[in-house]
C-alpha cells in the first residue's frame, strides 16, 4: 500500500521546486543576507562605499528574479472580462503573498516601539501616539499622510524609522499590479514589448523630472516593472542557460565582464540599485544642469538602474552557478532564498530587539555612515540572522504540517468514497480501513522543510 500510495503522492514542495532554478534561490539568499547585514552594520565611509558598489544589484535582481519567474499563460481569455479576471486573481494573490507578512510584521512593531517609548526609564519626547501615526504614516503612504496632518517615515530619528526598510516591500506591490497589466500583451511580440518598456521608463521619468511624488512611489514602480519585464525577456532568450552558447567559457566571460561594469557602475553612483539615488552621478548631472540653466537630469538615474539590474542580475547568477557546487552553502542560502519575504519581514522585529540588548541603535537610525566599525554590530546581525530562520523555520513547519493533515483529509475522502461503493463491507470495515489508511499515510507523506 505504501508504494501506491508515494506513486499517488505528489508532494506540492517538489512540484514547486522541479523547474526552479538553485542559483536563483542561492542568489536571493545571499542578497536577503546583504540586507539585514546593511540594516544592522553601519561601516565607515570607505568601507560603506566599496561594499554598496558590489551590493547595488540588492534590489533590482528581486524584480529582475520576480519577472523572470512569470509563468505565460497556455491561452489567454479572448473577452475583456475574462482578462480582468485573470488580471485581478494574479494580483489578489499576489497581495495576499507579500501584503500579509508585511502587515503582521508592521503590527508587531508598532507594539514594541509604542511599549518602548511608554517605558519610564526612556529619555524620549515621542509617545505611543506618535508610533500609531507612523505606523498609519506609512500605510497610507506620502503625500497623503503629509495632506492628512500624519507623521511620516523620517519625521523623528527614533524607533518607528523601523518602518523604513518596508518601502521596498511596498514598490514591489505596486509594481507587480503594474506589471500583471502589461505584460501579456508586451510579450505577443518584440515591438509591442519594447514599447511597453519605454512607456514604463518614460512614466517614471516624467513623474521624476518634475518632482511629483505619488502615493506608494507609484513614481518609481512603473521602472521597477519594467526591470520586471527585462527579466521576462531574458527568461525567453534563454540566457541562464548553457545549452545557449556555443562555448561553454562565453557565460564565464561575460560573467567576469558583467562584474567589473557592475563594479565601475556602483562606484560612479554607490546606490546604483536605487532609483532616484543619490550618488556621483546625480551631482554630475545636477551640475550640468545648473551650468545649462535646466532642471536636474536625475531622470536619466532610471534607464541608468534599468541597466544596472539587467548586467549585476545576470552576473548574480552565473556566480551563483559555481556557488551551489559548495553544499553547506547551497543549502544555507538557497533556504534563505526561498523564505526571503519571511525573512525580510521577521529580521525588522529581531533586529529591534537585538539593539534593544545591546543597547545600540539601529543602522537605518544612525545616518550613512558609522564613525568607527563597531564589532558587536556583527554579533547583532549573526543573532538577528539566526532568530529570522529559526521563527522562519517555524512557520515552515506549521504550514507543511497543515499541507500535510489538508492531503491527509483529501485522500481519506477518497478512499472512503471508493469503500462505500463496496456493497460487501460493512461500516465497520470502512472504518477500519479508513484508519489503516491513515496510519499508512503519516508515515508516507513527510513535513518537510522547504
Known amino acids: ?46 568601507a560603506d562605499t566599496i561594499l554598496r558598489s558590489i551590493l547595488g544589484m540588492v534590489i533590482p535582481f528581486f524584480f529582475f528574479i520576480s519577472g523572470y519567474n512569470y509563468k505565460e499563460p497556455e491561452s489567454l481569455p479572448d473577452t475583456f472580462k475574462g482578462k480582468a479576471g485573470l488580471y485581478w486573481q494574479r494580483v489578489k494573490k499576489r497581495l495576499r503573498q507579500i501584503l500579509v507578512p508585511l502587515l503582521f510584521c508592521s503590527v508587531i512593531l508598532l507594539g514594541i516601539g509604542a511599549g518602548y517609548v511608554a517605558l519610564p526609564f526612556v529619555n524620549t519626547d515621542q509617545t505611543s501616539l506618535d508610533m500609531v501615526k507612523a505606523f498609519a504614516g506609512f500605510w497610507i503612504s506620502e503625500p497623503i499622510s503629509s495632506a492628512v496632518g500624519l507623521h511620516t517615515i523620517g519625521t523623528f530619528a527614533g524607533i518607528e524609522r523601523l518602518y523604513e526598510p518596508n518601502w521596498f516591500i511596498l514598490h514591489m506591490t505596486l509594481a507587480y499590479v503594474i506589471f500583471y497589466a502589461v505584460v501579456d500583451w508586451a510579450l505577443s511580440n518584440k515591438k509591442r514589448y519594447i514599447s511597453v518598456m519605454f512607456a514604463l521608463i518614460a512614466v517614471s521619468c516624467i513623474f521624476n523630472f518634475f518632482h ?90 532610471i534607464p541608468y538602474t534599468i541597466l544596472y539590474s539587467v548586467i549585476s542580475s545576470y552576473f548574480l547568477i552565473w556566480a551563483c552557478k559555481l556557488i ?37 541603535q539601529m543602522a537605518t537610525n544612525i545616518g550613512k555612515y558609522a564613525e568607527t566599525f563597531e564589532p558587536i554590530r556583527l554579533a547583532v546581525c549573526a543573532l538577528t540572522v539566526v532568530l529570522s530562520l529559526v521563527f522562519v523555520t517555524i512557520n515552515v513547519l506549521c504550514k507543511e504540517r497543515f499541507r500535510k493533515h489538508k492531503k491527509m483529509n483529501k485522500l481519506c475522502k477518497e478512499k472512503c468514497g471508493e469503500l462505500q461503493q463496496d456493497s460487501s463491507l460493512s461500516e465497520e470495515d470502512i472504518k477500519a480501513q479508513i484508519k489503516a489508511y491513515r496510519s499508512e499515510l503519516r508515515k508516507t507523506i513527510k513535513v518537510k522543510i522547504a
Request: with cysteine.
Open 1 to 46: 500500500m505504501a508504494d501506491k500510495i508515494k506513486g499517488k503522492l505528489a508532494n506540492t514542495r517538489e512540484k514547486l521546486f522541479k523547474h526552479r532554478m538553485v542559483e536563483q534561490d542561492i542568489a536571493k539568499g545571499l542578497m536577503i543576507f546583504a540586507v539585514i547585514f546593511c540594516h544592522t552594520v553601519p561601516l565607515p565611509q570607505l
Open 212 to 301: 511629483l511624488k505619488m502615493p506608494w512611489g507609484f513614481e518609481n514602480s512603473a521602472a521597477y516593472a519594467a526591470i520586471m519585464l527585462m527579466g521576462c525577456g531574458v527568461k525567453h532568450k534563454k540566457l541562464f542557460s548553457e545549452e545557449r552558447y556555443s562555448k561553454k567559457y562565453w557565460p564565464w566571460i561575460n560573467c567576469g565582464v558583467c562584474f567589473l561594469i557592475c563594479l565601475g557602475l556602483g562606484f560612479l553612483w554607490p546606490r546604483a540599485g536605487q532609483i532616484s539615488g543619490s550618488g556621483q552621478i546625480t551631482k554630475i548631472f545636477s551640475e550640468f544642469a545648473e551650468a545649462a540653466g535646466q532642471p536636474a537630469f536625475a531622470i536619466l538615474e
Open 324 to 360: 551551489k557546487k559548495v553544499r553547506p552553502i547551497k543549502f544555507f542560502f538557497s533556504y534563505m532564498g526561498r523564505n526571503s519575504l519571511m525573512i525580510l519581514v521577521f529580521h525588522l522585529v529581531f533586529a529591534s530587539v537585538a539593539c534593544a540588548i545591546f543597547k545600540i
